[in-house]
């Protein structure tokens, strides 16, 4: 999930409108139905000329792959993942510790294809965002954010999200399709390796946010697939509580997750009232507060010593007045008491970021920090998120509009996939 997160995110202008047959199941399931654009790799993990994406497997998968498909010891695989995620490197032909036989095994079998940079741009403190073309019709963004002890990530997990949030850039383009795990985790490739990271030796990303564009809880196998190999020590080697997901709230889901993986999770909130967080958030009808705090509550008692960051975005007289700092207060202390966990809850508030259209403002300053006071007061765990990336429009809801001349740069893009041998994903 989603623009205004704790970290600048994905929301681009390049997805295509929604797909009449594109339908998001909020029982849970991820999409249904993917529009005849999205790629065979999109579905199936298929490369795009039939050869498997080894981007699209975690460490058991691979295993498998190699096992069964391959006829070869499940260990080749470890090797595999090591040359491509610690060291970046995606031609068979380099991986030097592999056999002749089974490099040209792999060589016919295989590909390690990552998303196609479209451009990149760094920020002057530091902040990166890159464009990566996904398919001949779609891009999405990413952004890496360093601090000072520590590199975050922020991924997208679709093109487009059709939750609609009222506050959100992405909302306003429309679900268009699910990212595959190759396509979640070619992001992080990416950025790894315009880094220069090594898990364990050189570490500059540490943390991964999937708090880009779309709703991750309904595209759940891909995600929880791709921050499997973020967790992986033959892969990025991060913590559980370096990987977080984020969702508006897709109450089945976070059941589903809590019983699945192990990462911390994030709710974006923004209201703590059902009628104003309606508005704000449609979701909330299916799933108002009081189910989506038992889910939150399941999820902690699963998971001892976990908390839960609670998003709320700042919009001028919207959610922004003393009154919502109180509500919101009690709402979290109800949490804590519930769970019975000093800190269970953290809230991380997030001035509005406008973007062309929107008809919410950032709030003042002062009511900024009467806010945070309220809510310290009341003994809320509270930060602040400070904008990061302005120059290069990278903070959240500020990545739409970027792809302005989307013609021309999808001609470019169909050219590098048809250069590459792709030609019929860019059919
Ligand atoms: S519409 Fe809502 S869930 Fe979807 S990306 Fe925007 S904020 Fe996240």
Redesign the pocket.
């Known amino acids: 999930?989603?623009?205004?997160h704790d970290n600048p995110n994905a929301?681009d202008g390049t997805a295509n409108p929604v797909a009449a047959d594109a339908v998001v199941d909020l029982d849970g399931q991820a999409a249904k139905a993917e529009p005849a654009a999205a790629p065979p790799s999109a579905r199936t993990g298929a490369g795009v000329d039939g050869r498997r994406n080894i981007f699209d497997l975690d460490r058991t998968s691979l295993e498998d792959f190699f096992e069964q498909e391959l006829d070869e010891k499940r260990y080749r695989a470890h090797q595999v993942m090591k040359w491509i995620h610690h060291r970046h490197v995606t031609d068979f032909t380099d991986m030097t510790d592999l056999g002749k036989v089974l490099r040209a095994k792999l060589e016919e079998r295989a590909v390690v294809r990552a998303p196609i940079v479209l451009f990149d741009k760094p920020s002057a403190d530091g902040t990166h965002k890159w464009l990566l073309g996904m398919d001949a019709k779609n891009a999405i963004e990413t952004v890496y954010i360093p601090e000072k002890s520590r590199g975050t990530l922020c991924v997208s997990s679709q093109v487009g999200?059709a939750?609609?949030?009222q506050f959100?850039s992405?909302?306003t383009q429309g679900f268009n399709r699910n990212l595959s795990t190759a396509e979640i985790i070619g992001q992080v490739w990416v950025a790894a390796r315009h880094l220069g990271n090594v898990p364990h030796q050189q570490r500059r990303l540490t943390n991964v946010v999937m708090m880009g564009?779309?709703?991750p809880l309904a595209n759940f196998d891909n995600v929880v697939r791709a921050m499997s190999i973020m967790r992986d020590d033959l892969g990025y080697g991060l913590a559980n509580k370096r990987v977080t997901l984020s969702t508006?709230g897709m109450v089945p889901m976070i059941d589903r997750l809590g019983q699945e993986s192990d990462v911390s999770l994030a709710v974006?909130l923004h209201a703590a009232n059902d009628e104003l967080r309606t508005e704000l958030?449609p979701l909330n009808k299916k799933y108002p507060i009081h189910e989506l705090m038992a889910a939150c509550q399941r999820y902690v008692k699963r998971k001892p010593r976990s908390s839960i960051t609670f998003e709320y975005t700042l919009m001028k007289g919207v959610n922004d007045q003393p009154q919502h700092a109180r509500e919101l207060a009690r709402l979290m202390r109800q949490f804590g008491n519930a769970v019975q966990m000093k800190d269970a809850a953290k809230v991380n508030l997030i001035p509005f970021n406008p973007f062309p259209g929107t008809r919410f403002e950032r709030s003042d300053d002062a009511d900024i920090h009467v806010f945070q006071k309220l809510l310290q007061d009341a003994r809320v765990l509270t930060t602040v998120r400070r904008t990061r990336g302005d120059d290069i429009d990278a903070a959240c809801g500020q990545l739409k509009g970027q792809v302005t001349d989307k013609t021309r740069r999808q001609a470019a893009f169909l050219k590098t996939l048809q250069s590459q041998g792709a030609g019929d994903a860019a059919a």
């Not at 999930?1 to 205004?4: A, G, K």
């Open positions: 999930m989603s623009i205004q929301h999200c939750l609609n949030c959100c992405t909302a564009m779309g709703e508006a974006s958030v």
